[in-house]
């Protein structure tokens, strides 16, 4: 559960994105060669803690053809390694893994609705958690939807999802050392900036 938030309200941002200040997601674009994503990130211990913290950059660097299909290669500008495939299409936002499209985030979503995908390396359940909830963000208030994926009975991974911004927030989990070998919260990702 998030605790704190703010609104904050301005101009949209210079398209330089280096410039300070917040984008307000403008209702009539979408990611597309070129966007650039600001997010926070933390890992944790597995007792409590934030263990790092510092900034990743996300850039939609080329569009390719996978499958047939149009996908848009995310980036970490840090480093130029690919971290996502996607592409939106009826149903929500998918990505392409292990040859193949695999939906990501159901949009549009009911309540309690659940599917299953492939995401980082294994099977993946996903039960839709919120729908269209307005909620405070790096990018002002936006609608989000909110998504609990599941592995082997443990919850794995948390997403909120904008439709026209697409990964809001993200929360991970891992398994911790032994001898308790349970899961605890590993990371969390939360969203400063958008540039289209």
């Given at each position: ?27 009539d674009q979408k990611p597309r060669v070129g966007t650039i994503w600001s997010y926070r990130f933390y890992t944790y211990y ?15 660097k080329t569009e390719e053809t996978m499958g047939g299909e149009k996908w848009l290669r995310i980036v970490d500008m840090d ?118």
């Amino acid at each position: 559960m998030l605790t704190g938030a703010c609104i904050i309200t301005s101009c949209q941002k210079e398209l330089d994105g280096l410039t300070g200040g917040t984008t307000i997601i403008p209702v009539d674009q979408k990611p597309r060669v070129g966007t650039i994503w600001s997010y926070r990130f933390y890992t944790y211990y597995s007792y409590g803690g934030i263990a790092t913290s510092k900034n990743l950059t996300y850039k939609a660097k080329t569009e390719e053809t996978m499958g047939g299909e149009k996908w848009l290669r995310i980036v970490d500008m840090d480093n130029d390694t690919t971290v996502y495939l996607l592409n939106t299409k009826a149903g929500g936002l998918y990505q392409y893994a292990n040859s193949n499209a695999y939906l990501l985030c159901k949009y549009p979503a009911t309540l309690g609705e659940t599917y299953n995908t492939f995401n980082e390396g294994a099977s993946e359940i996903f039960t839709v958690k919120g729908v269209n909830d307005s909620l405070a963000t790096g990018l002002g208030v936006v609608p989000l939807n909110y998504y609990e994926g599941v592995k082997g009975g443990d919850i794995i991974d948390l997403l909120w999802y904008n439709n026209n911004a697409w990964i809001i927030w993200k929360y991970k989990y891992r398994k911790g050392p032994p001898p308790a070998n349970m899961y605890y919260l590993y990371s969390k990702m939360f969203i400063d900036n958008i540039v289209y």
